[in-house]
């Protein structure tokens, strides 16, 4: 399977990235985009769409793919969402991520369109298809649930360890319970709690 991705990449030619996204459906947390270009000489197994994977398996690809790949990890806060909203976001997080990968010649994307400098391909499903979104999607939803687990601890009435910011039923039931915390995004939660958030 890792080997199918590896040649689909290889299909656009030697300096291929990829980049996605993890957190555009939470109703509190950062959006967080990875930008990853992984080596040609050898293949990193077990490299899949992030959703794909246990867990365990997530966090020791994270720390395989940080120790040899080209890569790039940007978050966007709440705040920010709420101001140009969650596409805008994702595609700013993206710009920045993929400006960081200074060796590649194309940057494949999963299901985005981008005009940019660089040569962009937006690759339906291209966590399932691509060797680079994958070990991208691999980064930016690691690092997004560690960072949502830092926030448990911080808020842990809402039980962010559990969903990572998703609009569960515990989750919602919490939100009405004691409010929105600093990091809910208040465009996201006013069908639960109103407009006066």
Do not use: W
Request: net charge neutral.
């Amino acid at each position: 399977m890792t080997k199918d991705l590896f040649e689909f990449d290889l299909s656009y030619g030697a300096d291929v990235a990829g980049c996605d996204e993890a957190g555009r459906g939470p109703i509190a947390g950062p959006v967080v985009v990875a930008a990853c270009k992984m080596p040609t000489e050898f293949i990193v197994e077990g490299i899949n769409d992030s959703k794909k994977l246990t867990p365990k398996k997530r966090e020791l690809l994270y720390n395989r793919i940080i120790s040899c790949a080209e890569y790039s990890i940007v978050a966007i806060d709440e705040k920010t969402i709420d101001e140009i909203n969650i596409l805008e976001a994702t595609k700013l997080a993206m710009r920045k991520a993929i400006s960081a990968i200074k060796s590649a010649q194309t940057v494949l994307i999963d299901a985005v369109k981008l005009d940019l400098d660089v040569h962009t391909e937006a690759i339906i499903k291209g966590d399932a298809k691509s060797y680079n979104i994958a070990a991208a999607s691999i980064l930016a939803k690691e690092y997004r649930d560690r960072l949502m687990l830092e926030m448990d601890k911080i808020y842990p009435e809402y039980g962010f360890a559990a969903h990572k910011g998703y609009g569960t039923k515990v989750h919602v039931e919490a939100l009405k319970k004691y409010g929105p915390c600093p990091i809910h995004r208040r465009t996201f939660i006013k069908n639960f709690v109103g407009e006066g958030v």
